[in-house]
C-alpha cells in the first residue's frame, strides 16, 4: 500500500468539536468519540481486534485507521480519536521486543521492580523511530476522514503509565507505584521527567502527523490525594501542555486544542483549569455547577455522564441527558460520557445517548 | 469454655475515643483502630488466621477475639474494632452453607444474577441465631479488654454489601451492580431494604453484646455519582442511624456514637454531616479545611492521612501527621489512617504514624 503523506489533508468541514474546545460559540453542542473504548461494543469492532494480538493491532496503521472509523460509521459523532493505546510509550521506552496485553486490563510483561531497573529503559525514545507506527496510524486515519470531523490523538500522563510500569497492570490501591513516590522521590522525579519529554514529542509528532486535538489521560489521579496531585501529577501535565504548545510554534506547527482528563481528580478541577489545556474532562462524580464554579470560564468541560447510565432504558437516558446539558449550559461545553464504555453495552443505547445530544443541544440554540 | 454474659462488664477506663466521637473536649486527640485491616501486617495476626478459613475465623468468638486484641497489644490505641467481616450479613442471607474466601479481597461464591436471584435470600434473619456468633466475639472482647479502651462494632452499607452480591467479588468498574440500579431500581430497592433490615438488628445486637460504638462502611460509594448516591445510598445510611438510636432506645440500650465511612464520597460530605452519625470518616483526596467546610460543626471528624504514607520514613510520617492534625484542629477530631493498612506494611511505621498523633496531639493542648 502507498504511504500516505501528512500534507494535503482534506478540508475539514466539521469543526464544531475544535471550535467548542476553543471556547467559541458553536451551533449546537457536539460529541467527542465517546472516549478510547467505543469500538469494543461493536461486533465488527471485535471482529477485527480478534485478527490479531493488541500490540499488532495497534502496531498496523491499516487496522488501527479501520478500528478508528467504525464507530463513526454507526454513529454521528463530531470527533474521531485515534485506536491507540497508552501504553505504547512504555513499550517504546523497554527493549522494543516486550509488548503488552489486554485482557481483563492491559497487563505490562516485566515490571519496575525498583529504582536500580530504570537503568534499563532506553534514556531518549526517537518517537519518529519508536512510535512512528502510530503517526502513519494518524496520517493515513485523516486522510480516510476526508474533512468530515476531526481526528484527536491522545496519550496517557506521567504518573499513569509509572502506574501500570511499576504495577505490571491493574491495582485497586496503586500501592507498589505510590510506594516509589514516598520512598523512592527522586527516582519517580526522574521516571516522570523522561516520560515528559517522550510525551512532548510524541504529542508534537502527532500533530505533525494529523492529529487535530490532543488528549491527555491522567487516568489514575484518584489513587492520588489533593498535595500528592499537585506535587506529583500536576507540574508534569503542566510541562506537557505549555512544551507541546511552545514545540509547535517552533515547528511550525499549527496550535490545537488540548484536552485534559484527571479522573477522580475532584479537588484539582480549579488547578487543571488554570494549567494551558483548552478542555477539562470531567468524570461523573462532579457535579456539574460546582465544576463550573471552580473553572471559571478559562476551560471547556468536557464530560460527564455515568457510562452505566446506558444500561439504563432509552427513555431515561434522553432524561438523563437533557438534565445534565441544562446543568451544564450551551457554551463551553463538550457533550461526553464521564468515562469509557463496557464492552457488554447495548450500541443502540450509545446511539440513543448520542442522538438525545443532537436533540436537546439543538434545541437550546433556538 | 464457659460462656461470658453481656453485662458486668469492667469499667471504661479510657472514654477519649467515645468523648471525641460525642464532640466533646478531650485531653488529647485520639486514635481509632487505625481500622479493620490493622492487624494484617503483625506476624503473630497471620498465624491466627492461617490456622483455619476466613470464614472459620469470623465464626470463632475466640479467634475474633485474639485478633481484634493482637494489634492492640503492640500499639497504645484508643479504642478497638471487632474482627469480623462486612460479608457476615450476605452470608447469613444465603443458604447459611455457602462461605466466601478472602485471597486477594472477598469473593463471594455464589452471586446474584438478575432480580429472579433475591426469591433465593432468606426474606428474614434471625440476628441472634445467624449471627450470634458475632456478638459471642464482641462480649468475650469486651469482657477480655478489661476497659482499657472502648470496643467498636460494624457493618458494611447495603450497596456496598449489594456489590458483592452482585458482583460476586472485586471490580474497578461495578458494572454488574451499576447496571442494577439503572435497569432493576425496584428490585434494587427491595434488596436494600432487605440489608437494611438485617443491619439496623444487626447493629443493636452488637450493642447488646457490648459494643460501645459502631461504624458503617459504605466502601464502594466512589462509584457512585452525586444523584445515585442520593437516590441510593445516603437513603439506607440515614434510615440504619435513625432506626439504630430509635432501637436502642425502645430496647433499654445505651446510646452509642455512630461512624460513617462513605469512601470517595467527595460530593456527600454535606449530606453525611447531617445523616445522623456522630462521625464522618475522610478519605485521603478530602482536604481538611474543606471538610470542615462542609461538615460545619455538626460531626467529629475521622482521618485522613494516605496509608501509602506509612511507606515513607519514619521522621515523614511524623511531618505528615504533625501537618494533618494542624490542619484538622483539636475538637472533634479522631486522628487515623484514610483507608486501611496494606499488607506489606512495617508495623513500626505504624507505631511511628501512632506515636506522632500522641506527640503533636497532646502538644497541642499545652
Not at 470531523?149 to 505510590?178: C, D, H, Q, R, V
Not at 489521579?221 to 489533593?226: F, N
Not at 514545540?247 to 511550525?252: E, N, P, R, T, Y
Request: hydrophobic share 40%.
Amino acid at each position: 500500500m502507498e504511504q500516505l503523506k501528512p500534507q494535503d489533508f482534506p478540508a475539514l468541514k466539521n469543526d464544531t468539536f475544535l471550535r467548542a474546545a476553543r471556547g467559541e460559540e458553536v451551533p449546537a453542542m457536539c460529541l467527542c468519540g465517546c472516549m478510547r473504548q467505543a469500538g469494543q461494543i461493536l461486533a465488527e469492532f471485535r471482529e477485527t481486534r480478534a485478527a490479531q494480538d493488541f500490540f499488532a493491532s495497534c502496531r498496523s496503521p491499516e487496522v488501527c485507521c479501520e478500528l478508528t472509523l467504525q464507530p463513526l460509521r454507526r454513529f454521528p459523532l463530531d470527533a474521531a480519536i485515534i485506536f491507540s493505546d497508552i501504553l505504547v510509550i512504555p513499550q517504546a521506552l523497554g527493549d522494543g521486543d516486550s509488548a503488552w496485553s489486554r485482557g481483563g486490563g492491559p497487563v505490562f510483561p516485566e515490571p519496575l521492580k525498583g529504582p536500580e531497573d530504570l537503568q534499563k529503559l532506553k534514556p531518549v525514545v526517537d518517537v519518529s523511530e519508536d512510535l512512528g507506527y502510530v503517526f502513519r496510524a494518524i496520517t493515513l486515519t485523516r486522510h480516510k476522514i476526508s474533512g468530515r470531523f476531526p481526528l484527536i490523538g491522545f496519550t496517557g500522563a506521567p504518573w499513569t503509565l509509572m502506574t501500570y510500569m511499576i504495577e505490571g497492570g491493574g491495582s485497586n490501591t496503586m500501592s507498589k507505584a505510590k510506594q516509589w513516590l514516598y520512598q523512592h522521590p527522586g527516582a519517580s522525579t526522574s521516571c516522570w521527567q523522561l516520560l515528559t519529554d517522550v510525551i512532548v514529542d510524541y504529542l508534537v509528532g502527532q500533530v505533525a502527523a494529523g492529529a487535530q486535538a490532543l488528549q491527555v489521560f491522567e487516568s489514575h489521579a484518584g489513587c492520588l490525594g489533593p498535595q500528592q496531585f499537585a506535587d506529583f501529577s500536576l507540574p508534569y501535565l503542566r510541562g506537557i501542555s505549555c512544551r507541546v504548545k511552545k514545540k509547535l510554534k517552533a515547528d511550525g506547527l499549527e496550535q490545537v486544542p488540548m484536552i485534559v482528563f484527571a479522573k477522580d481528580a475532584h479537588y484539582a478541577l480549579e488547578d487543571l483549569s488554570q494549567s494551558d489545556y483548552e478542555v477539562v474532562g470531567l468524570d461523573w462524580t462532579i457535579r456539574p455547577q460546582e465544576a463550573r464554579e471552580k473553572t471559571g470560564k478559562r476551560v471547556t468541560l468536557q464530560g460527564n455522564l455515568d457510562p452505566c447510565a446506558l444500561y439504563a432504558s432509552k427513555e431515561n437516558i434522553e432524561e438523563m441527558v437533557k438534565k445534565m446539558l441544562e446543568a451544564f449550559g450551551c457554551r463551553g461545553y463538550i457533550a461526553n460520557l464521564g468515562h469509557g464504555l463496557y464492552p457488554d453495552m447495548d450500541p443502540e443505547h450509545v446511539g440513543a445517548f448520542i442522538s438525545a445530544v443532537h436533540k436537546y443541544s439543538e434545541k437550546k440554540e433556538n
